[in-house]
C-alpha cells in the first residue's frame, strides 16, 4: 500500500482537509495554529501548532470562538506542538472524554475492500426518513444518552438539508431483512473520503454490516476520482475490523473534551 505524505496529514488532521459548503450549518476556522470544525450542537478541535508557553491563550482563544454549551472535543495527534501538549491542557482543565474513548488510532486504505456480502442491501442516504432512521440506529448503538439525544433532534432536519444541498456528509444505510440495521457517514476531499459514525445496531452484530459499509463507502470514493479511505478507530470495536479489511496504521491520536 502506498501512503504519500498528503495521505500521512490527511489521516492525522482530517477536519483540516475535509470539504465544507459555504452557508453550511458547519463551519472552519483554522489559522496554522488551531483547526476548529463546529456544528449546532458539538466541536472538534485539532492540529494545535503553538510554543509551550502559549498553550493558554490557544485554549482560551478556542473558548472565545466555541459556544460554552457546546460538546467540545480535542483531537490530538503526533504533530501537535508542543509535545507535551496534552498534560498541559490537563493541567489547564481538560478531561477525558464523556465516552472514555481516550485513545484512537488513524487507519488508511488505498486498496478495495471486500464486496458487500450477500443479502445486506446499502443505499446512500437520500430521504429524510432514511436519514431519520440512520441517526437512530447511530444513537442506539453508540448508547448516546437521552439528554444529548433531545439537544440534537432539534437540529436532525437541518443536517439533512445541509447534507443534500452540499452533499457532505455522504451517508449510507445498510438493511438486513428489510430492517435499518446500520449507517454510517463520509467526509468527502480532495485527498480521499474520511470515515466516521460506523454504527450497527445491537440485534445485527457479526452479520457483516460494518465491512459493507466500508465497501460502499470505497466505492463512492472511487467514483469522486479520490480512491482512498481514512479513519480513526477504537482500538476496542473497530480497529480490528478495519484492520482486517486491509487498512494501515498510521499514527495514533489522543483525545480530550473541554466541558465548560
Known amino acids: 500500500m502506498n501512503i504519500t505524505p498528503e495521505l500521512r496529514e490527511y489521516a492525522e488532521a482530517p477536519d483540516r482537509y475535509a470539504y465544507i459548503g459555504a452557508g453550511s450549518s458547519v463551519s472552519r476556522f483554522d489559522d496554522g495554529r488551531i483547526c476548529i470544525v463546529q456544528g449546532s450542537t458539538w466541536a472538534g478541535v485539532s492540529a494545535p501548532n503553538v510554543a509551550d508557553d502559549e498553550v493558554g491563550a490557544l485554549l ?29 491542557l490537563q493541567e489547564l482543565g481538560l478531561r477525558p472524554p464523556h465516552d472514555r474513548i481516550t485513545h484512537l488510532v488513524s487507519l488508511v486504505l488505498t486498496d478495495p475492500p471486500a464486496p458487500i456480502p450477500d443479502g445486506i442491501e446499502v443505499r446512500r442516504i437520500e430521504t429524510y426518513d432514511d436519514f431519520a432512521d440512520a441517526r437512530e440506529v447511530q444513537w442506539d448503538a453508540f448508547d448516546v444518552p437521552e439528554d444529548r439525544r433531545a439537544k440534537q ?7 439533512f438539508d445541509d447534507s443534500v444541498r452540499f452533499g457532505t456528509p455522504a451517508g449510507f444505510i445498510a438493511s438486513l431483512d428489510g430492517r435499518p440495521a446500520a449507517s454510517a457517514l463520509s467526509l468527502p476531499s480532495d485527498r480521499g473520503v474520511f470515515l466516521i459514525a460506523g454504527a450497527v445496531a445491537e440485534w445485527a452484530r457479526g452479520r457483516g454490516l460494518y465491512r459493507a459499509l466500508v465497501r460502499a463507502r470505497w466505492d463512492d470514493a472511487v467514483k469522486r ?4 479511505l481514512v479513519t480513526q478507530a477504537n482500538p476496542e470495536t473497530s480497529y480490528p475490523i478495519l484492520r482486517s ?11 480530550l473534551e473541554d466541558a465548560r
Not at 487498512?247 to 491520536?253: G, K, L, N, P, R
Open 153 to 159: 433532534r432539534p437540529y436532525v432536519r437541518t443536517d
Open 225 to 228: 476520482g479520490t480512491p482512498a
Open 60 to 88: 482560551a482563544a478556542t473558548r472565545e470562538l466555541i459556544p460554552a454549551d457546546k460538546a467540545t472535543t480535542w483531537w490530538i495527534g503526533p504533530s501537535a506542538q508542543p509535545v507535551h501538549i496534552v498534560e498541559r
Open 245 to 255: 479489511l486491509g487498512f494501515e496504521e498510521v499514527c495514533q491520536i489522543r483525545r
